[in-house]
């Protein structure tokens, strides 16, 4: 296993629960973060409580291109390379086409495809002058066997995938490493707001998901996991 202490990690989406619980895992392996988040009061609140300085958190509506812009502006003024690129953000829509609006179909993508198309765009070079890094993305299992409701969920992350894939074969003579994690039924505060009956109780835990993640970011610099599929053994109600 490769150590992260010292490694410089951005932790995107880290006012999640998958995103918070990765934060303290890689700070307890000595990693230095940087975090991001769209919700800048709960930002706040988990850098102050893990010790981390404002200098090294930034509120980003990856939505917004300048808000991105912003984030890599302050995460190079304070660390000149990025080793780890986790982005744990995205949003969650799952309604039959026929309620689905247009809108949320352009939300959708806007936060789960275009914003780690701005995220590569922004990080990709530093990595690119290094010839070395690893980018994580999590797709979830609705970016690999989609499900009725999730048409515009699985459009964006079926996007992202392709994306990411193309991106590997533009990086072939490189060090850097891509991993697609395709996780499926966490208990975190993506269901709160979907009309959909679940068993919560037998998902996966967010600090187990979280788990998964910090021991990816310890990959071997002789291999690479392209791709990890995390299930639990049922979260649907019958």
């Known amino acids: 296993m490769e150590s992260l202490r010292g490694k410089n990690v951005l932790v995107v989406g880290a006012t999640g629960d998958i995103g918070a619980h990765t934060a303290r895992l890689l700070q307890g392996s000595g990693a230095n973060l940087f975090l991001s988040g769209r919700d800048a009061g709960g930002l706040q609140t988990l850098a102050s409580s893990m010790g981390v300085p404002a200098s090294q958190y930034c509120a980003a509506d990856l939505q917004d ?27 969650g829509i799952i309604k039959p086409l026929d309620t689905l609006s247009e809108g949320e179909m352009i939300q959708t993508l806007q ?73 499926g039924g966490v208990n975190s505060g993506f269901w709160d707001t979907i009309d959909l009956r679940v068993q919560r109780d037998k998902m996966i835990q967010p600090e187990e998901a979280a788990r998964s993640i910090w021991f990816l970011c310890q990959q071997p610099v002789s291999g690479v996991v392209s791709e990890m599929v995390l299930q639990p053994f049922n979260h649907q109600a019958i």
């Open 111 to 183: 936060v789960n495809l275009l914003a780690p198309f701005r995220l590569l765009k922004a990080f990709l070079p530093a990595m690119k002058t290094a010839k070395k890094g690893l980018i994580i993305n999590i797709p979830g299992v609705l970016g690999k066997v989609p499900m009725a409701g999730a048409a515009a969920y699985s459009a964006s992350k079926y996007g992202l995938v392709g994306m990411m894939q193309s991106v590997r074969e533009e990086l072939k003579r490189t060090d850097i490493r891509i991993t697609n994690v395709f996780m």
């Open 65 to 91: 291109p300048a808000a991105v812009e912003l984030l890599a502006k302050q995460y190079f003024a304070i660390f000149p390379v990025i080793d780890i690129l986790v982005n744990a953000s995205g949003i």
